[in-house]
T-cell receptor, first 115, second 113 residues
Framework: AQTVTQSQPEMSVQEAETVTLSCTYDTSESNYYLFWYKQPPSRQMILVIR??????QNATENRFSVNFQKAAKSFSLKISDSQLGDTAMYFCAFTYTGANSKLTFGKGITLSVRP | DVKVTQSSRYLVKRTGEKVFLECVQDMDHENMFWYRQDPGLGLRLIYF???????EKGDIPEGYSVSREKKERFSLILESASTNQTSMYLCASGIIPGQSPLHFGNGTRLTVT
């Protein structure tokens, strides 16, 4: 079974600063995908970034980047130049490749960006 | 844009009632999912379906059932609602999890009194 662990329940960052959200996972699979999803107060879950396990290069999407350490099973999200609109819950998620695979989520972290 | 629509944003039901939560997607996705979201517990998978009339139990299926008679619609059924089923319910759909992102509805906040 796969597990995803987000040990920090909440964090706060000053606007324009950089913040890193931590995530670890456990799996025996060799081919899998990792994700960060954002859930703002509107409740709409939005994909932030996606990492394929077989790619060594860390994924980036504008101000969002990941630090993927496969051996350590670590997948952290770095948000640069934080904006007020980044205030949300962030969920780390995992799925393996294969038929009928499903997405397993961590418990989430509440990020507050202070003006 | 993909749209996943959940029929109710807020719902209040009484203990023992049979409750239907409906989810419709407009992108012909094979896979559909029902998650439950609780503070401090994250999202937990209740049931998922990878084809019409097919269903698989997730991590917490007890007290729930599902129905998928048409590809675009996936219903979550609480046979006899209980107060411990008070929660946020999220529906999602996708092609192949991982290879493409899941698309989520806006959630139904269910209160069972």
């Amino acid at each position: 079974a796969q597990t995803v662990t987000q040990s920090q329940p909440e964090m706060s960052v000053q606007e324009a600063e950089t913040v890193t959200l931590s995530c670890t996972y456990d799996t025996s699979e060799s081919n899998y995908y990792l994700f960060w999803y954002k859930q703002p107060p509107s409740r709409q879950m939005i994909l932030v970034i996606r990492q394929e396990a077989y790619k060594q290069q860390n994924a980036t999407e504008n101000r969002f980047s990941v630090n993927f350490q496969k051996a350590a099973k670590s997948f952290s999200l770095k948000i640069s130049d934080s904006q007020l609109g980044d205030t949300a819950m962030y969920f780390c998620a995992f799925t393996y490749t294969g038929a009928n695979s499903k997405l397993t989520f961590g418990k989430g972290i509440t990020l507050s960006v202070r003006p | 844009d993909v749209k996943v629509t959940q029929s109710s944003r807020y719902l209040v039901k009484r203990t023992g009632e049979k409750v239907f939560l409906e989810c419709v997607q407009d992108m012909d996705h094979e896979n559909m999912f029902w998650y439950r979201q609780d503070p401090g517990l994250g999202l937990r998978l209740i049931y998922f379906s990878y084809d019409v009339k097919m269903k698989e139990k997730g991590d917490i299926p007890e007290g729930y059932s599902v129905s998928r008679e048409k590809k675009e619609r996936f219903s979550l059924i609480l046979e006899s609602a209980s107060t411990n089923q008070t929660s946020m319910y999220l529906c999602a759909s996708g092609i192949i999890p991982g290879q493409s992102p899941l698309h989520f509805g806006n959630g139904t906040r269910l209160t069972v009194t």
